[in-house]
C-alpha cells in the first residue's frame, strides 16, 4: 500500500513535470514568438514578412499539435509503465 | 444547371445524410443520451469536436476578420486553437476518469455543494444559449441565401433539422451527425481555397501560397498585399500592434474560454478510456487546424483579388466602371452585403480608406462597402469556380452551423434534465423518466434558440465577450483547481466562481452597457477610457486570475474539504486505482 502511494506521488509529479514544460513551449511560442517578441524576431525574414508574423498565422498551431500528441504518447507510455493505464 | 438547384441539391443531400445518421443513432439509455454510451472512436472524436467548436463564425466571418485586421487579429487564431493544449493537459483527462455526464456534475460533486453546481449551470446556460443565437441566425443567413427563402424561414428548417436528430439520438445522434458535417465543411472550405491558391500563387496548398510569391508581381504575396494596401491608406497588413498587453489578454481570454466552454468539453466524456481523451484532443486540434491554417491564407488572398478586381490595372491607376463590375459583385450586391455610392459622380469605384485624403486624385471618399463575411461567401464566385463549388460552400456553412448548434443545446439540455432535475429537483426519478426529461428539455431549448435566432437579443451579438468571458473567467479555473488542488473547498470555490464571473461582467457592462442594454454604458467603449489599454474583451483572462486568488484565499481561511473529497481528487488523477472512490 505505501508502495502504491509512493508510486502514485511519481507519477503526479512526472505528470505536473510534463505539463509545466508543455506549457513553457506552449507560451514561448504564441505569446512569446507570435506576440512579445516578435519586434525582435523582425530581422528573420519568412515570404515577404517576419517570423513572428508567421508563429501567430501558422507557427503556434503546429506548436500546439506536436505538444498534445507528445503529452498524449508520454503519459500513455508512463500510465503503462506504472502500471495506472485502464 | 440554375444555382438555386445545384445550392438545393447540395444542401438536400447533406440533410438528408443528417436524418439518415439520426435514425441509425437513436439513444436508448441516459448514458447513450449524454455520451453517447462512452464508446465513441478517439478519431471521430476529435472530427465531432472540431465540427462542433467550428462554428459558422470560424467558417464564414473568421477569414474576413483577418482580412480587416491583417496580423492585429491573429488573436483568433491562436486563440481559438491554443486552448486545446489546456483541454489536453489540465482538464480532458481527468474529467472523461470521473466519468459522469455534465460539466456542473464535476463541480457539484468536487466542491460537494448544491450552490456550487447551480452555479456552474448558470454560468454555462448564459455562455451556451449567448452562442447558440448566433448559430441558430447564421443558419438562417446562410438559408436565405443560397436557397432563396425568407431569413424566418430558413431558421425554422435548421431548427426541425436539428430537432430530428438530437432528441432522437442525444449525443450518439449529434456526434455521428457532427462527424459528417465535419467532413462536408472541410471539403466546402478548402476546395475554393486550393483554386484561389493556385491562381495566385502557383501552390496548391494555400497555408504554404501565404508565404509564397504572387504569380503576377513576382513579389512575395504577403509584401504585395501591403504595398497595395497601404497604397489605398490602410495600415499595412502585417503591421505590428502596439498594445502587447491587450493582445496577450485577449488571446489568453480566448484560448483559456474555449478550454472552459462545456459543449467543447462534454466531447471529452464520449471516449472509452483517459488515453483517448489525450489522443482525441489531439486529433480534435489536426482536424480544426486544417481550417485554421487554411483561414489566413484566405484571408490575404481574398483580400487581394478584391482589390484586383476593383483595380484590375493597379492601384496606381483608375479603378473599374461600375458599370463594367464583375457579375458577382451584382449578385451579392442584391443581399446588401456589398454596396456602392458614386460619391464623385465619375462613375468608377473608389475603394480606399477614407481617412486617408486622396482629393488630389479627385476621390470624395470610399465608394465601395462591403459586409466581411462576404470574402468567404462569394470567395467561390470571386475565383469565378464553377457552380457546384457555391453548392458545397451553401451545404458548408449549415453544416458548421448547426453542428455547433447541436453540442450546445445538449450541452444546455443535459444541465437542465441532469442538473436541474435529476441532481436539484426530483433525485428519485428514474433512468427512463430522466431520459423523457432530457427530450422534452432539448425540445424547450431547441424552441428557446429558435425564437432568439428570430429576434435576437442585444446581447446574442456578444459571443466573444459573453461566453468566453464567463468560461473564462468561472467555468476553466474551478474545473482546474478541483483537479489539480486538494485544499480548495466548497466555501472558496463559490466565492471564485463569483468574484470571476462578477468582476468579468462588471467591466464588460461598464464598456457596453448594462445588461447590452443601449444608452447605458458608463465609459465610451475605445482605447482611450480602457483601464491599462485592456478591452472588456480580453478581461476574462484577468476574471480568471481573481477567481484563482479568491477561492485560495477563502479555502485557506477556512476548513479542508472532507476526506472523502479529497480521495476523490486522487481518483480522478489516476487512469486506474489509487482510491476506487466514487462509485460509477
Known amino acids: ?86 | 444547371m440554375d444555382q438555386f438547384y445545384i445550392n438545393l441539391l447540395f444542401v438536400g443531400a447533406s440533410f438528408a445524410l443528417y436524418f439518415g445518421i439520426a435514425i441509425w443513432a437513436r439513444a436508448g439509455s441516459t448514458k447513450e443520451f449524454y455520451v453517447a454510451g462512452g464508446g465513441v472512436h478517439p478519431v471521430a472524436n476529435g472530427m465531432a469536436t472540431a465540427a462542433d467548436w467550428m462554428s459558422a463564425a470560424s467558417f464564414i466571418s473568421m477569414a474576413g476578420l483577418i482580412a480587416a485586421g491583417g496580423y492585429a487579429n491573429s488573436t483568433f487564431l491562436m486563440g481559438w486553437t491554443g486552448g486545446y493544449v489546456l483541454l489536453a493537459m489540465l482538464l480532458a483527462p481527468y474529467l472523461r476518469k470521473f466519468g459522469k455526464f455534465t460539466v456542473p456534475d464535476f463541480i457539484g460533486d468536487r466542491f460537494y455543494s448544491k450552490p456550487a453546481r447551480l452555479v456552474a449551470v448558470a454560468c454555462l446556460i448564459v455562455a451556451s444559449v449567448t452562442y447558440v443565437i448566433g448559430q441558430m441566425a447564421g443558419a438562417g443567413i446562410a438559408f436565405s441565401r443560397f436557397l432563396e427563402v425568407d431569413k424566418d424561414t430558413g431558421l425554422v428548417i435548421a431548427s426541425v433539422v436539428v430537432f430530428f436528430y438530437a432528441v432522437l439520438g442525444g449525443m450518439k445522434g449529434i456526434t455521428y451527425t457532427q462527424v459528417a458535417q465535419y467532413c462536408v465543411l472541410i471539403v466546402a472550405y478548402t476546395i475554393p481555397a486550393i483554386f484561389i491558391s493556385l491562381e495566385l500563387t502557383g501552390n496548391p496548398l494555400p497555408p504554404l501560397g501565404l508565404f509564397s510569391d504572387h504569380t503576377a508581381s513576382g513579389m512575395p504575396l504577403l509584401a504585395k498585399l501591403d504595398q497595395v494596401v497601404q497604397d489605398l491608406g490602410f495600415a499595412a497588413y502585417t503591421a505590428d500592434v502596439p498594445n502587447k498587453l491587450n493582445m496577450v489578454l485577449f488571446t489568453l481570454t480566448l484560448m483559456i474560454g474555449t478550454a472552459g466552454l462545456p459543449h467543447v468539453i462534454i466531447r471529452f466524456f464520449t471516449v472509452p478510456k483517459v488515453a483517448d481523451a489525450r489522443w482525441s484532443a489531439g486529433w480534435a486540434l489536426i482536424f480544426i487546424a486544417l481550417l485554421y491554417l487554411t483561414a489566413p491564407a484566405v484571408a490575404s488572398m481574398a483580400r487581394l483579388n478584391l482589390i484586383n478586381t476593383v483595380y484590375p490595372n493597379g492601384v496606381d491607376a483608375q479603378p473599374i466602371q461600375y458599370e463594367d463590375r464583375p457579375e458577382w459583385m451584382k449578385t451579392w450586391e442584391e443581399t446588401q452585403l456589398i454596396k456602392f455610392e458614386d460619391k464623385n459622380n465619375d462613375g468608377r469605384i473608389q475603394f480606399y480608406n477614407d481617412k486617408a485624403d486622396m482629393s488630389d486624385k479627385g476621390w470624395a471618399g470610399n465608394e465601395l462597402t462591403y459586409n466581411r463575411d462576404i470574402l468567404v461567401l462569394a470567395n467561390p464566385e470571386i475565383a469565378q469556380l464553377p457552380g457546384w463549388v457555391i453548392g458545397l460552400i451553401a451545404a458548408g456553412g449549415l453544416a458548421a452551423a448547426l453542428s455547433t448548434a447541436a453540442g450546445l443545446l445538449l450541452a444546455i439540455s443535459s444541465a437542465v434534465s441532469h442538473d436541474l432535475i435529476k441532481n436539484s429537483i426530483n433525485p428519485n426519478i428514474s433512468e427512463k423518466g430522466e431520459l423523457m426529461a432530457a427530450r422534452a428539455s432539448m425540445t424547450v431549448a431547441i424552441v428557446v434558440a429558435t425564437y432568439l435566432g428570430m429576434n435576437p437579443p442585444g446581447f446574442a451579438a456578444q459571443v466573444v465577450a459573453l461566453a468566453f468571458g464567463i468560461a473564462a473567467a468561472s467555468i476553466f479555473p474551478v474545473l482546474m483547481m478541483g483537479i489539480f488542488s486538494k485544499r480548495i473547498n466548497n466555501k472558496g470555490a463559490i466565492a471564485g466562481m463569483l468574484a470571476g464571473l462578477v468582476t468579468t461582467l462588471v467591466y464588460i457592462f461598464m464598456y457596453k452597457g448594462w445588461f447590452f442594454i443601449p444608452g447605458t454604458a458608463n465609459l465610451p467603449d475605445n482605447v482611450d477610457n480602457w483601464i491599462l489599454g485592456i478591452s472588456p474583451l480580453s478581461f476574462g483572462a484577468i476574471g480568471a486570475i481573481i477567481n484563482f486568488t479568491v477561492a485560495f484565499v477563502v479555502s485557506n481561511a477556512t476548513e479542508e474539504p472532507p476526506v472523502e473529497i479529497q480521495e476523490l481528487v486522487e481518483s480522478v488523477r489516476y487512469p486506474k486505482g489509487a482510491g476506487a472512490a466514487v462509485d460509477h
Open chain 1, 1 to 86: 500500500m505505501a508502495d502504491d502511494k509512493s508510486k502514485a506521488a511519481q507519477y503526479w509529479s512526472t505528470n505536473l513535470r510534463l505539463i509545466l514544460g508543455s506549457l513553457v513551449v506552449w507560451a514561448f511560442v504564441s505569446y512569446g514568438c507570435g506576440i512579445l517578441f516578435r519586434p525582435l524576431l523582425s530581422g528573420i525574414s519568412v515570404g515577404g514578412t517576419d517570423l513572428g508574423f508567421w508563429f501567430a498565422q501558422q507557427g503556434s498551431i503546429l506548436a500546439f499539435i506536436g505538444l498534445i500528441f507528445f503529452y498524449a504518447w508520454r503519459m500513455n507510455k508512463l500510465d503503462k509503465e506504472m502500471g495506472l493505464e485502464e
